[in-house]
C-alpha cells in the first residue's frame, strides 16, 4: 500500500526566513511525487514534480529515495507562500494519494 | 476548457437525506479521482475511475457512500442517508495517465457539504 506522511499540520515562519515541509512515503515500487498547494480561495494545484527537478516560485523538492523523503524547501520565505501544501505519491497504476497537508504561514 | 466543474459548489443538508455530487472532468482525460477534504485529515482519497472503472473505493468511508461514473463526462457521488460526520469538501480531480511521469491531476473548485 502506498502512504504520504506530513509531520507538521501548522508551520509558521517569519518572512525571509527558510522554509522546508517535511514529506515522507512509503511505496514498493518507484514513485512519482508531487507537491500541491492550496492558497486561500483558490483550486488546488500542482507546484511542482520530481521528475521535472525544476523551481517553481523558488521552491525546489529532491527525492531521497534512501530516506523516502520528497522535502519541499525555500531559502525565503515571502508572505504570499502563505498556503495550505499537500505532498503527493502517484503509482505505477496512476492512483493519486496525498498527504494530510501543511499549512504554512508567513508572518510579516 | 473549462476545468473540472463540481456542482454544487456549497450543499445545506438535514441529516438522514441523500446528497449526490457531480463532477464533470476536464475532456479527453482518463482517470478521475474523489477526495474528501477536512481539517483533522487533510485530503483522503475516497474512490479513483480509470476509463470509467472503478478501480480502487478502498477509501470510501461505508456503504452509504457511493460513486458512479456512467461515461467519460459524469461521475456522481452519493451518500445515503447522509451524518454531521459527513460535513467536509469534497473535490472531484481528473488527469490523463499517459506517460510515466507526467501526470498532472486538475482539481474541481470543490462542493462545500454541510449536514446539520
Known amino acids: 500500500a502506498q502512504r504520504v506522511t506530513q509531520p507538521e499540520k501548522l508551520l509558521s515562519v517569519f518572512k525571509g526566513a527558510p522554509v522546508e515541509l517535511k514529506c515522507n512515503y512509503s511505496y514498493s515500487g518507484s514513485p512519482e511525487l508531487f507537491w500541491y498547494v492550496q492558497y486561500s480561495r483558490q483550486r488546488l494545484q500542482l507546484l511542482l514534480r520530481?521528475?521535472s527537478r525544476e523551481s517553481i516560485k523558488g521552491f525546489t523538492a529532491d527525492l531521497n529515495k534512501g530516506e523516502t523523503s520528497f522535502h519541499l524547501k525555500k531559502p525565503f520565505a515571502q508572505e504570499e507562500d502563505s498556503a495550505m501544501y499537500y505532498c503527493?505519491?502517484?503509482?505505477?497504476?496512476?492512483?493519486?494519494?496525498f498527504g494530510g497537508g501543511t499549512r504554512l504561514m508567513v508572518k510579516p | 476548457d473549462a476545468g473540472v466543474i463540481q456542482s454544487p459548489r456549497h450543499e445545506v443538508t438535514e441529516m438522514g437525506q441523500e446528497v449526490t455530487l457531480r463532477c464533470k472532468p476536464i475532456?479527453?482525460?482518463?482517470?478521475l479521482f474523489w477526495y474528501r477534504q477536512t481539517m483533522m485529515r487533510g485530503l483522503e482519497l475516497l474512490i479513483y475511475f480509470n476509463n470509467n472503472v472503478p478501480i480502487d473505493d478502498s477509501g470510501m468511508p461505508e456503504d452509504r457512500f457511493s460513486a458512479k461514473m456512467p461515461n467519460a463526462s459524469f461521475s456522481t457521488l452519493k451518500i445515503q442517508p447522509s451524518e454531521p460526520r459527513d460535513s467536509a469538501v469534497y473535490f472531484c480531480?481528473?488527469?490523463?495517465?499517459?506517460?510515466?511521469?507526467?501526470?498532472?491531476?486538475?482539481f474541481g473548485q470543490g462542493t462545500r457539504l454541510t449536514v446539520v
Open positions: 520530481h521528475i
Open positions: 503527493a505519491l502517484n503509482n505505477a497504476g496512476n492512483m493519486l494519494t
Open positions: 480531480a481528473s488527469s490523463f495517465g499517459g506517460r510515466f511521469g507526467n501526470t498532472e491531476a486538475f
Open positions: 475532456s479527453g482525460h482518463n482517470s
